[in-house]
Structures are given as structure tokens and as C-alpha cells.
DNA sequence: GTCAAGTAGATTGTCGACAATCCACCGGTA
DNA sequence: TACCGGTGGATTGTCGACAATCTACTTGAC
């Protein structure tokens, strides 16, 4: 499911540790709204339904609160994380620092990335045909973001914008109504990468 | 041998878990060169020589990879992170993309955290003088970074300066010659605080 | 001598159990 | 009734033990 499906098929992969399957359970279950803002996730509880102990879930658990999905209290345990007004122009606000950054070095870097932002583009599109539910267009959406920092050249970016990507896409898929008009969303994405092509750094 | 026998205040104030503890005696061991870069760390040689178990020592190295102070390699364990040039460059760069939008944020905010950074400065000629170890300095010349991150107005600034904190100090005592003359360093702060009080965005 | 397979030791990954801590409920008292 | 301390249940924090995995060494064949 991850950027990496240029496989050829020589390694298994199914080397994925125990504790990545849980966080990975867990976020599904937090950005798909299954958790819900506030909810507590009980240690016991999880490790009883996923059949593991408590130890791969206390990992896991840690790894989402890197990723902002929860918060934790000491002798309290993990929460799924809920978002105030402010928190969310916090996050709008850093990520389009981040991103704005990425782009200005992707131009500098000669937009090695352009044909996968085109191709990314065509991807949003057909996503927004019906037939396609929210969640599948949110990930598109966060993929073309996701390339313009892959592309910038500098790791950091693309680290930094990993580490924001899964609560970005709690708070789009909390609001939803951004997504009322799926097309029109693409088409947003349009002027960006025909900046990046001029090499424009302020358009962008 | 530890030191648990400090409080003699009203607030016993020991509530800081084990695990932060760890973190912390790590840390320090890393940043100060004690732990060399690609230096193992074995779970069970720290829980003994820390007294503990291995579970709040294996938590403990989670919070210090998000830090970028160890690696860790599934069912290899975790390592003293060293650094290439290449990642050198791109973590400078990457702080100075932070912070500089940390400045502006916190010139268009009304510069409130300016007395602090002015007196921040003080300290920075302070520790410059005779008697005051590269460590010192560093984490004085840091604290004036992070004054600026703090008084932006949004805490994700802040934030993502702490995630990279660590490693920044682990780098700059690792080359080292920087601070050859502390009260050179404490001069070059001066025109960014100045900028900051007069409004100027670019300059900065 | 070189290389490969096998093996022993050490380290991490996971588990179940116990101790420490928190939280909600309950009963007494003014 | 409102307030306060005690108490029981539930949850997290830590621990020691075992299983899975990796690493380095030995052994043997070519």
C-alpha cells in the first residue's frame, strides 16, 4: 500500500515486524474513524483482540504518538488525539511552511519528480470518479504532497512530512467537506506543478 | 551512586517516570561522546549497568530514535547514530528552514519573547568566558534557538525544534571547532535579534 | 587456501505475572 | 445536602523468562 510498489519481486517482505502490523491496525482504526477523538485505548483490550500481548501494542502505541494519531499520559495510557480549532491552523500553517520549503527546493533541484506529479494528478482524477470513497481520495491527495517532498532532495522533508501525514489526513478526513467536489480539488493541484515546471519559486 | 537524594522541598517533584530518566542518562552519554557514533547499545548491558530491566530501557531508545540520537535495525537493536556529510548539510539546512520561519512568525506575532532572547545573549557571553566547557555553550547557544521556536506563536515550531534539538548538539560537538571563540558566536546572535526588534523580515 | 554449511553463543522479540498507580464509588460526618 | 476520606476494581509500569533471530566461529569438503 505504501510508495514502494516498484517491487520485483525478489524480496518476501514479510519481514514486517509485529509492532508495524498493530500501528498500522491502529491508525487505520483512528483515521477511518472507527476510534474515535478521546477515545482511551486500553492496552489489555487491544493485545486480547489482536491476540498479541501488551508489550507490541505499547510499541505501537508510541510510534502513533510520533505520528500525532495519540497522546499520552503518564500512568494513564494512549488516547486518540482530538484536535482543537487552533491545533488545526497550527498544523495547516507548519505544513505549508514545510511544504512551501520543498517546492522552492524541488525548482532548485530541477523537479526530478514532475512526471510522477503528472502522473499523480491523473491519479486524483480517477479517484474522483464515483465509486471511490473518501478515505482512497484523501490518500491520493496526501501522495502528490508526499512526492513534492520526496523530490526536494533533502530526506528531512519527506521525514518531517511522513511524520505529519497520518494526523494531516485525521484532521481532512474529520472535517470531510473539503472533498465535497473531488475534481475541483485536483484541479487545485494543477498551478502548483505548472509553477514547479517554470521554475517559478514564488508562484508556488 | 544515583541521585535520588536531592529533594528536601515540599514538592517531591520524583514523579518522572523511569523511562524519561533513561532517556535523559542516554542522552547525555551520547551528546557528551561518552557513547561513540555506531557504538551498539545493548538492552541488557544498560538495564544492568542502570539497574533496571530492559523495558524501560528498549522505551528509552524509542524516544531517542525520534530524537535521531540512535537507529534502530528490526531484531539488530539500537546504535549511537553517526552522521555522513551529506546528512550534516541536509540537517543545517533543514534548521535553517524551520527557524527562519519560526523568526518571521515571530516578527509578524510583535516579537514578545525578545527581552528573553536579549537576555539569552547575556548568558551566551557569560559562558563564553574561561571556566565554562563546550557543552555549556552549546546548550546556551541552543537555548537562544529555541527561544525563537517558542515565541512563535505556533507550537508545532517549537516542536519540531526539539525533535532535531538533540541531534543539532550531537553534530556540533562532533565537529566541534566551531565554537573556537564563544564571544564571536554570542556577536553573530546579535543582528538576528536586531532584525527581529526592527521588523524586518529578510534580514533575518 | 577458500568457501560453504553447521553450530554455539549472544541479542532481540514477545509473553505472562506482579507491583505501583489511578479512578470511581461508597459511607460517614458536619 | 455537601464535603471528605476510605476502599475496591481496573489500568499502567516494571520485571524475569522463554522463543525467535542474528552473529561469529568452527568444521569439513573441494
Redesign the pocket.
Known sequence: MDADSDADGLEPLD?E???QRVARRLSKAIVSGQLRAGE??????I?RQL?????????AARLLENSGLVT???????FVRSFTAAELDNLYEFRIVIELAAVRRLIREGGRTVPALCAQIDVLHRVAEPGHDMLTQVEADMQFHRLICDGAGNPRFLATFEQIALETELTIMLIGKLYDDAHRLAETHVPILEAIQAGDETAA
Open positions: 519481514r515486524g509485529l509492532v482511551r485505548l486500553s492496552e489489555s483490550v493485545a491476540g498479541t500481548s501488551r508489550a507490541p501494542v505499547r510499541e499520552y499520559q503518564p500512568n494513564r495510557g494512549f
